[in-house]
């Protein structure tokens, strides 16, 4: 059995069906105990039948045909044969990878751009969520219950010691409330006194500030129908005696 080589251009006159005599029935020979070769000719069969619809033109006239089996009878068969080119269909499949490579380097490049992109994409998708977790820390801050709240102010001056005295002059009956008083330093209190339009102060009762700094005096011992010019509050030594002010003023109050 020969090669299949040498039955290579055959095979494509075979499939135009423009192979005769000697040659035709030695290729027939062949194709009958070939597989490959008989595989080739259907492969070259599809790929006409794929031109011809292609082309989508109607037979080529007899003449045509003719004139193309005239050409291929003239041609120095021989020595093609001795040179063994490669037949033409021998170079589809090269066509079809050179297509094929092509496309891949155009998809390859197209790839490398869109994963450019996405990269981009995810760069500024990752910033956002950055500045939104920020903006999110922000809000939970202010509106976490649990969030422990505390004014600041500039240091100032602490509030004035206030007292006010409702004072009953014809019954004696005498009530002072204070706030604001600084807490007593050691070994001393408060006194508080009616200062009378005439004579000299009357002690209105010894007290001590809270831890807030408020106090009251509800009905000291006073005689009755004492006229009142003046209360006034002295910081006197804690153990006294406590029957005239020797201390120093905290505040006092004239009447109308
Ligand atoms: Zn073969």
Redesign the pocket.
């Known amino acids: 059995m020969s090669g299949?080589e040498q039955?290579a251009d055959d095979l494509a006159l075979y499939a135009l069906d423009a192979l005769a005599g000697e040659e035709r029935v030695s290729l027939e020979q062949?194709l009958a105990g070939?597989t490959?070769?008989h595989s080739e000719l259907q492969r070259l069969r599809g790929d006409m039948a794929l031109l011809a619809l292609s082309a989508g033109g109607p037979r080529p006239p007899q003449r045509a045909r003719q004139r193309l089996l005239n050409a291929i009878a003239k041609e120095p068969r021989l020595s093609v044969r001795a040179a063994k080119p490669q037949a033409w269909w021998a170079v589809v499949p090269w066509v079809i990878a050179a297509a094929a490579m092509v496309m891949v380097v155009l998809l390859i490049r197209h790839d490398g751009e869109l994963e450019k992109t996405v990269r981009a994409l995810e760069q500024q998708v990752a910033q956002q969520d950055v500045e939104v977790q920020q903006a999110r820390d922000v809000v939970a801050t202010f509106t976490a219950p649990e969030a422990q709240q505390v004014t600041l102010v500039a240091a100032k001056t602490p509030p004035q010691p206030q007292g006010k005295t409702f004072y009953l002059q014809d019954k004696g009956r005498l009530i002072f409330l204070a706030n604001n008083l600084p807490p007593l330093p050691p070994e001393k209190i408060y006194e508080l006194w009616l200062i009378p339009k005439t004579g000299a102060p009357i002690a209105a009762g010894l007290f001590r500030p809270d831890a807030h700094g408020s106090a009251t005096v509800v009905n000291p011992p006073l005689p009755t129908g004492v006229e009142a010019k003046t209360f006034a509050v002295t910081l006197e030594p804690g153990s006294g005696p406590h029957d005239a002010p020797r201390g120093s003023a905290v505040m006092a109050g004239t009447g109308e």
């Open positions: 299949h039955f062949h070939c490959s070769c």
